[in-house]
């Protein structure tokens, strides 16, 4: 078969299209009352969530973002484990050749910001975000990809 | 306290793929399509993409996948929000997979109307979606195109079946023309209901009782299930289509009871189809109706984004110069012509 004609390949891809962000929870601790409010908040920015809830690994979060092929992973951790399962994550996604990025959600301490950029997280997101901040970081994360 | 997009250093670019370049060359079709046909589950979900995005990297997907595909076998998954079908799915997956299928599915669910936007959240009931060699799963959100939805649905599915997968279940909310039309191109259709008539009673007014190849009563842990059997075997009782009475399963999807009948009833289903006399009549009007969804979104595209000359024609019908039947056929001629990307704000797609 012929490969598609170069300049109308191009126009596509040109094309805003819905962004695609995996949403989870990581480790075992909780509810996901808050990770739904997040689902709900990029809903309602247009744009779409695939929701994979509670209790996911790295691995299962790795699976859904090459079978769903998505933009962004947030990802909500809330017991303290930022640390270590943020990096982790993150570290797991550039092992695959990819560099999906990684926005995590939940209560770090200001003096872990800086070590979550630096191993590569794209951006925290605290509880007291609003809505249209969510959204902003999620597209701008999004964007960095293409 | 929240970081915005956080400071200090930006993450180094990924290193390159160990087979190669990482699939975001656009246009890179056939090489995608070949490492997902060896297994490579990005490539496939890349396709998946582009299949989704319409146009003509999606026809290039769709050209490529064509000759491969037609040995799977379709199961259209379809009922009321919250009967139970993505945990039924999951289970009907685990099933086939252990008797050696190898298993898709393709997840449907409506994008809001609002805002374009679309929380799909069907891989939380389906736990072997999880697991590493568990089912490969693509959710796919509505985006507002009826039309344009049952043709990306469709076409991948034709991808999922050309990469290998031999078994491919689309779920799908039942209570549209979407549904239904997604559905009519199943090979087989299972209508999930839940005790209690108010699903059936939805099912039958969005038409899908009578597209039903096999009806599943699911959550027969609750009362009313026998009950709900027994209507619905009365129903049939007043008559189906010829060849094939529709039976009724009884299925408990959170503990996997019934998803074995459920699995052999898909398999009683296949080779009545392929021993039925009609199968060829069946298989040309699939087709058809294949063929028929792409040139209807050829049609849809020559007016949605029209070019100067399809503008100018309008134009004319808008001052009273041309009847809208004579404009039309004149469109008809240059239905399939790339446009010319030439009229302003063509490419101006509304924000997402
Ligand atoms: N009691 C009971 N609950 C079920 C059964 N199957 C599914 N559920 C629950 O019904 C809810 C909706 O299930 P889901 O598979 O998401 O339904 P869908 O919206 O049709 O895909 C979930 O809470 C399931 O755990 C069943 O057989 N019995
Ligand atoms: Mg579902």
Redesign the pocket.
């Known amino acids: 078969m012929s490969g598609p004609d170069g300049d109308a390949a191009g126009a596509e891809t040109e094309r805003r299209q819905p962004v695609r962000v995996v949403l989870a929870k990581l480790g075992l601790d909780g509810h996901d009352r808050g990770l739904k409010v997040v689902a709900r908040m990029l809903r309602d920015a247009g744009l779409e969530v695939i929701y994979l809830g509670l209790r996911q690994t790295t691995e299962s979060i790795l699976l859904a973002v090459e079978q769903e092929d998505a933009d962004v992973i947030g990802l909500s951790i809330h017991n303290g484990g930022h640390l270590t399962l943020a990096p982790r994550m993150v570290e797991a996604v550039r092992a695959t050749g990819t560099d999906v990025p990684v926005v995590v959600g939940g209560i770090v301490p200001d003096v872990d910001l800086e070590r979550l950029a630096e191993a590569g997280v794209f951006a925290v997101l605290g509880p007291g975000a609003s809505a249209a901040e969510v959204a902003r970081t999620v597209r701008a994360a999004a964007a960095r990809r293409a | 306290m929240t970081a915005g997009p956080a400071a200090g250093p930006t993450p180094e670019r990924a290193a390159p793929h160990p087979d190669g370049e990482p699939p975001t060359a656009p246009g890179d079709v056939t090489a995608l399509f070949e490492r997902a046909r060896g297994g490579d589950r990005r490539a496939l979900g890349r396709l998946l993409t582009y299949t989704e995005r319409g146009g003509p990297l999606a026809d290039a997907v769709a050209v490529a996948a064509w000759p491969l595909a037609g040995a799977a076998h379709v199961v259209g998954m379809t ?11 999951d289970r009907l997956a685990q099933v086939a997979a252990d008797d050696g299928w190898r298993v898709a599915i393709l997840a449907v669910d409506p994008s809001s109307p609002l805002t374009g936007g679309a929380i799909l ?2 891989r ?2 389906m736990g072997s979606a999880a697991t590493p060699g568990g089912p490969f799963v693509r959710s796919m959100a509505s985006r507002g195109q009826s039309g344009g939805l049952a043709l990306a649905a469709l076409s991948a599915v034709r991808l999922l079946d050309a990469a290998g997968h031999d078994l491919i279940i689309v ?1 799908t ?1 039942g209570i549209g023309q979407v549904e239904v039309d997604i559905a009519r191109t199943a090979d087989t259709t299972i209508v ?1 209901v839940s005790p209690g008539w108010g699903d059936a009673v939805q099912a039958n007014k969005a038409g899908l009782l009578e597209m039903a190849d096999i009806f599943v009563v ?5 009362a009313g299930a026998t009950d709900a059997r027994r209507d619905l075997e009365y129903m049939l009782d007043l008559g189906h289509r010829a060849g094939w009475r529709p039976p009724v399963a009884l ?5 996997g009871e019934g998803a074995d009948e459920l699995f052999k009833h898909v398999q009683d289903h296949r080779q009545h189809l392929r021993t039925s006399s009609a199968e060829a009549e069946r298989r040309a009007r699939h087709v058809a109706e294949e063929v028929r969804r792409h040139l209807h979104r050829w049609v849809d595209q020559l007016v949605e984004q029209p070019t100067r000359q399809t503008e100018a024609l309008f134009a004319e019908v808008a001052q009273g110069d041309l009847a809208p039947s004579a404009a039309a056929q004149r469109l008809a001629g240059e239905v399939g012509q790339v446009p010319e990307r030439d009229a302003p704000g063509a490419d101006d797609e509304p924000e997402v």
């Open positions: 009922g009321a929000p919250g009967v139970g079908k993505s945990t039924l799915t959240g069907d939380v009931r779920e909310v999930a699911n959550k027969a842990d609750r299925t408990v999807a959170t503990t």
